[in-house]
C-alpha cells in the first residue's frame, strides 16, 4: 500500500521560512516526478514545484526565487523549502507523486496534506 506522509507545516510569520517534508512508502519514489501542490480556502489546487527523476524541475512563476525543492531518494522523500512567505502562501500544501508508464497508464498518489499558515 502506497502512503505519502506530510510534515513541517505550521504557523509561520510573514517573511518567515519552512520546509516541507514528503516520505513516501510502499514505492520507490526515485521513479516518480514528486511534487507540492497546494490548495487555499475557496480557490482550486494549484502547482508549487515537482521534481522528476532526472531532478528536472517545473515551478509556478509566482513562487520562483522563494521555493526550492529536492528529494533524496536514499529516503524516500522530497522536500520543499520556503523563505520570504507572505500570508497569501496560506494553504494546504499536499505532496504528489505521479509515473506515466506503458501507453496510457498512470500511477498518481496524493498525501493527506499539511497546513501552512502564514500570519502574524
Known amino acids: 500500500q502506497v502512503q505519502l506522509v506530510e510534515s513541517g507545516g505550521g504557523l509561520v510569520q510573514p517573511g518567515g521560512s519552512l520546509r516541507l517534508s514528503c516520505t513516501a512508502s510502499?514505492?520507490?519514489?526515485?521513479?516518480?516526478?514528486a511534487g507540492w501542490y497546494r490548495q487555499a480556502p475557496g480557490k482550486q489546487r494549484e502547482l508549487v514545484a515537482t521534481t522528476s527523476p532526472r531532478l528536472n524541475t517545473n515551478m509556478a512563476d509566482s513562487l520562483k526565487g522563494r521555493v526550492t525543492i529536492s528529494r533524496d531518494n536514499a529516503k524516500n522523500t522530497v522536500y520543499l523549502q520556503m523563505s520570504s512567505l507572505k500570508p497569501e502562501d496560506t494553504a494546504v500544501y499536499y505532496c504528489?507523486?505521479?509515473?506515466?508508464?506503458?501507453?496510457?497508464?498512470?500511477?498518481?498518489?496524493w498525501g493527506q496534506g499539511t497546513q501552512v499558515t502564514v500570519s502574524s
Open positions: 504528489n507523486v505521479r509515473l506515466a508508464w506503458g501507453q496510457s497508464n498512470v500511477d498518481d498518489y
Open positions: 510502499g514505492i520507490n519514489i526515485g521513479i516518480y516526478t
